[in-house]
Nanobody, 120 residues
Framework: QVQLVESGGGLVQPGGSLKLSCAAS????????MGWYRQAPGKQREFVAE???????NVADSLKGRFTISRDNAKTMPYLQMNSLKPEDTAVYYC??????????????WGQGTQVTVSS
């Protein structure tokens, strides 16, 4: 029933910008953590950015200054603003929502991913 759907990916030239969105449905609460990960072909999945209900944000050191994470007022839809994109940013970007609920225990949900391709 819980579903995360990423959108906003596509083909962009180096130096361009994209904004990714993650639409969450079937969630009646605000996840404690929502974040973005990415995986390039032949590479391990890596952390990109995260935001919590408390307003804490964190961006991977190598991406600071170019990537920014934010969250909507309902705290159920994280956004990832990507600027000054480079070819090495090419990857599938995944949205993740996780936390702990008293009744259901720990949970972690993933979207299917959205492709970001940076190429001239």
């Amino acid at each position: 029933q819980v579903q995360l759907v990423e959108s906003g990916g596509g083909l962009v030239q180096p130096g361009g910008s994209l904004k990714l969105s993650c639409a969450a449905s079937g969630i009646n609460f605000s996840p404690g953590f929502m974040g973005w990960y990415r995986q390039a072909p032949g590479k391990q999945r890596e952390f990109v950015a995260e935001v919590t209900t408390g307003g804490y944000t964190n961006v991977a050191d190598s991406l600071k200054g170019r990537f920014t994470i934010s969250r909507d007022n309902a705290k159920t839809m994280p956004y990832l603003q990507m600027n000054s994109l480079k070819p090495e940013d090419t990857a599938v970007y995944y949205c993740n929502a996780r936390g702990v609920r008293e009744q259901i225990g720990p949970y972690s949900y993933w979207g299917q991913g959205t492709q970001v391709t940076v190429s001239s």
